[in-house]
């Protein structure tokens, strides 16, 4: 047998002989392929867990690594996120890999054969959803993952942590409705992700409570970028009545829906009060200084990370886990109450 072939002490063969199956097919149910039969894999991954398979690799001489993988990489909160998975690796002696792959919804093909040879002790991964081919994969070497969720729903077999996004959008229109505002629009994040809707229905759901007509040519979906930002609120703040307050959907919109206030002529807050979402360290920096919802990205990564190390040492159950922490609201000088001409 190749050295390749070796799982610790214990070979594929060995694995084979005592799954009754040939060394070819332990190795399509290794890499996650799809033509072994349900049976045939089940009784090919207990033999491969009763000899603990990650473990005999990590005892070879393996250093010890946690992968977080994002579908993006040019953001501050995806620094954040970063951050917070490099603070609990650093406490356990581990290295953190940086992965960049995929859509926002899932990563991409070519991943999963990277991280099946680097094999880690977990991976984080930033995504709404994981394909069951790359769950087979990942859960036929042991490898445990958790979901960040800032920017979906993940299925419910899929260890998750995520935040309050409908109790955020709540809470920032609330905010300005409590402050005076009535014409109060929105630049949510896509269409097609599930937080930009649920921060969409805590919007809805303020006005509602408040017994405010919901205006749908107030509400514009962006991309949760500055750039997005600035265009949808260009086109908000020259409608014929225009909102005298923007809810965006991440600082960075915010940042866009501010520039575009001052390309319009107005000023923030005198006429046009602003909120964002995710308090990213540039929202206390910006002038006027962003109220904002505190999405807390950093321990949302920590917790992930201390999940999948308590899954790897089996400190938590296999069962899946959804960890939703809170979200804040911080009031700084973006928000005002609206001028008299708005009253």
């Given amino acids: 047998m190749e050295k390749g072939d070796e799982l610790g002490r214990v070979t594929l063969a060995d694995v084979a002989r005592e799954a009754e199956v040939s060394v070819s097919t332990v190795s399509k149910v290794l890499n996650g392929r799809t033509d072994v039969s349900a049976s045939t894999r089940g009784r090919v991954e207990r033999v ?15 250093a010890p690594l946690i992968e977080i993988v994002f579908h993006e990489l040019d953001s501050l909160w995806a620094m954040e996120l970063l951050r917070g998975v490099e603070t609990v690796a650093n406490e356990h002696g581990a290295a953190v890999v940086v992965a960049h792959s995929g859509s926002r919804h899932a990563p991409g093909p070519g991943w999963i054969d990277a991280v099946l040879r680097r094999r880690p002790l977990g991976v984080v991964l930033v995504f709404s959803s994981l394909p069951p081919e790359l769950k087979r994969q990942l859960r036929a070497r042991s490898i445990p993952f958790v979901i960040i969720d800032p920017a979906g729903n993940p299925d419910p077999d899929i260890p998750s942590v995520g935040s309050a996004n409908w109790a955020g959008g709540l809470a920032a229109t609330r905010h300005l409705i409590e402050l005076g505002h009535r014409r109060i629009a929105i630049v949510t994040g896509p269409e097609d992700t599930l937080c930009s809707l649920a921060r969409l229905d805590g919007y809805r759901s303020a006005m509602s409570m408040a017994g405010l007509d919901i205006d749908p040519a107030l509400i514009a979906f962006g991309d949760f970028h500055a750039e997005g930002g600035l265009a949808r609120a260009k086109q908000l703040l020259e409608l014929p009545d225009r909102p005298t ?6 600082d960075l919109q915010a940042l866009g829906v501010m520039e575009a206030a001052r390309v319009c002529g107005l000023r ?29 990205l950093r321990e949302m990564a920590e917790q992930a990370t201390r999940l999948i190390l308590a899954l790897r040492s089996g400190e938590a159950t296999a069962a899946p886990t959804r960890l939703e922490l809170s979200t804040t609201l911080v009031v700084r000088s973006s928000t005002v109450a609206p001028g008299p001409a708005a009253s």
Avoid: C, K, M
């Avoid at 491969?48 to 393996?62: I, K, M, V």
């Avoid at 307050?245 to 991440?250: N, Q, T």
């Fill in 268 to 296: 923030v807050p005198e006429d046009l009060s602003v909120v964002g979402y995710d308090d990213l360290d540039i929202a206390q920096w910006t002038s006027p200084a962003l109220t904002t919802v505190r999405q807390p």
């Fill in 245 to 250: 307050a923007i809810f965006a959907g991440s």
């Fill in 48 to 62: 491969l867990r009763e000899h603990d398979y990650q473990r005999a690799a990590r005892n070879g001489g393996e």
